[in-house]
Every structure is written in structure tokens, then in C-alpha cells.
């Protein structure tokens, strides 16, 4: 599989239509797991910043499978930023945005996904030349009838939503004109991870994908 280029956030969303989002206990397991979301046709993986073996699960993964494009998640402060970037995250994701953290990940020079959930968060975002977002929480924060609500005043933006999205509602929220891709821990579930069930997670990975025939979605990005 050749390796993809992923210079900007725009980028990463159009690398397939769905970036799993994964917490990894043991950082042993990343590689593992990296090669089964590949296996079922996922390029993407989102590793959160939440626990103790992330940056080091970043690191292998970024090492070890040239081919996943690699990113840290859950990213809330500008320390994270460079610890992200120095083992070898290819790109950034956040829950939110502050102006510190915001300087940051633009200086690291990594595509950077930044959360929002109000109107008022994407103007700030897009004030700052930051235009693909991440919806979160998604489910929460209005679902999809406030993110189409946005499509017409915002048409500038384009969202990856995130929490509370499963395989059941992923090809509906896919179907808004300003979504590109959505984000989900469902394709990782803690236990297939744990128990190293590599099966399990193509299977998810794989359903996934062909939920969303659409064309050029998951293709390679020049
Ligand atoms: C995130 O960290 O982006 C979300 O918590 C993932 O949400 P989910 O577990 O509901 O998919």
C-alpha cells in the first residue's frame, strides 16, 4: 500500500470516511492494531492522549507502519502538541480550541482537526484560517440536525463529527453535504484491542468502508 501524503487537515478527512478513535492501554498493542484497520481498509488512527502508553503507541505505530497515517487525539494543551509531533504523529486532534493550544499545533506545522460545538467555536476556528473541524460531541452537541442547520451560513466549513457515532448512524451523518468523514471508537472496541482480536477489528473496519461506496472517498491524496 504506498504511503500517503497528508499535508493539511482537508487532507486527513478525505483519506477514507471514518478515523477510528482508539485508546491504547498497552502500547504493544498499536502495532497489532494498526495493521488490522489496514487490513480492512482504514489508513487513518486517532490515538488519544489518554492514557499513560499514547505517545509511546504513536511512536511504534509511526515507526513500525509507515502506511497508517498516524495521529494523537485528544490533544488539550500546547506541551502535547510537541510531545505529539516529537514522536511522530502525523497529525493533531482536538476536543476543543484555545488560543494557546490553537498556536501551537499551526507552529508544529502538523494537520490539525480542533474541535467545536457551537456556532460561535467554528467562527473563531475559521477566523483563524481553520476550516475543517471536528463536530464534538457530536451526538451531544445537537446531532445531525444542528450540523445541517450550519451547512447553508457556514458553507466554508467542513466537519469531521465525533462522539456517539457507531456503525448504525455513521452513513447518515455521512450524508450531510459539510461532513467529510466522521470520527468513532467503535471500530476499536477495548476489548477486541485487549484480547489483540485483529479479526474483529477488519471485520468493523471493513464494514466500515463499504458503508460508504461514495466515489473517491478512501483513495490515495497526491
Ligand atoms: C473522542 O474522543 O473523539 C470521542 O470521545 C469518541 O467518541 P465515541 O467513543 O462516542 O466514538
Not at 32 to 54: D, Q, S, V, Y
Request: glycine residues 10%.
Amino acid at each position: 500500500m504506498p504511503q500517503s501524503t497528508t499535508r493539511t487537515a482537508s487532507d486527513l478527512v478525505h483519506l477514507g470516511p471514518v478515523i477510528p478513535v482508539v485508546v491504547l492501554e498497552r502500547a504493544d498493542d498499536a502495532v497489532p492494531l494498526a495493521r488490522a484497520l489496514l487490513r480492512g481498509g482504514i489508513r487513518t488512527m486517532e490515538i488519544t492522549l489518554r492514557t499513560a502508553a499514547a505517545l509511546s503507541a504513536v511512536r511504534k505505530v509511526a515507526d513500525e507502519v509507515p502506511e497508517m497515517v498516524v495521529g494523537a487525539g485528544t490533544v488539550i494543551t500546547p506541551d502535547q502538541v510537541d510531545a505529539a509531533a516529537a514522536a511522530g504523529a502525523r497529525f493533531l486532534v482536538s476536543p476543543g480550541a484555545t488560543t494557546g493550544l490553537v498556536r501551537a499545533a499551526l507552529d508544529s506545522g502538523l494537520p490539525f482537526l480542533p474541535g467545536a460545538g457551537t456556532v460561535s467555536e467554528m467562527l473563531t476556528l475559521a477566523e483563524q484560517g481553520l476550516t475543517t473541524i471536528k463536530f464534538f460531541p457530536a451526538e451531544a452537541s445537537g446531532g445531525r440536525a444542528y450540523l445541517s442547520s450550519v451547512a447553508q451560513p457556514l458553507p466554508h466549513l467542513t466537519f469531521c463529527p465525533t462522539g456517539g457515532i457507531s456503525a448504525a448512524t455513521a452513513a447518515d451523518w455521512l450524508a450531510l453535504p459539510n461532513v467529510a468523514c466522521v470520527g468513532g471508537s467503535w471500530l476499536t472496541p477495548a476489548a477486541a484491542v485487549r484480547s489483540r482480536d485483529g479479526a474483529a477489528v477488519t471485520t468493523l473496519a471493513r464494514e466500515a468502508v463499504s458503508l460508504l461506496p461514495t466515489p473517491g472517498r478512501g483513495t490515495p491524496v497526491a
